[in-house]
């Protein structure tokens, strides 16, 4: 890579080209070089020819984790979660049809990530539909 491109352009900078793949393309050869010097670094103050580079992941232990299996979800529950779009935080008479097909139809489209990230709770659904009414239907407070 030619040493004047890698000392001009950083990850960081707002707009490196007009070009939006150009733009990406030296942003991806600015990471690049970042993770590239770094390893040189690496080797340069440990006096290694070849460096090998292992996550630290490795030296963990799964009992490390154990505290926090009460906080995952239980994977083998098969019953599906069935979301309720005529509940009365979806159908508030405060909003006219146009308004409640509309929350109605963005809710179906992002009805996946509520179920796969368990945000389909009820108290968390009747919060986040009031807010995300009120945003997207243009009746914000």
Known sequence: ??????????????????????????????????????????????????????SSANEIDLADYTHELAFLPDLTDSALTVLDYTSKNVMCTAHTESQRSKLVEMLRKQEGIMIASGNAGSEIVQSQVGRIRRADLGTAR
């Open 1 to 54: 890579m030619d040493k004047v491109l890698r000392d001009e352009i950083e990850v960081t900078d707002v707009c490196l080209a007009d070009d939006p793949e150009e733009d990406l393309r030296l942003r991806f050869v600015a990471a690049m070089t970042l993770w590239e010097d770094d390893a040189i670094a690496m080797i340069c103050a440990t006096g290694e020819e070849a460096a090998e580079f292992e």
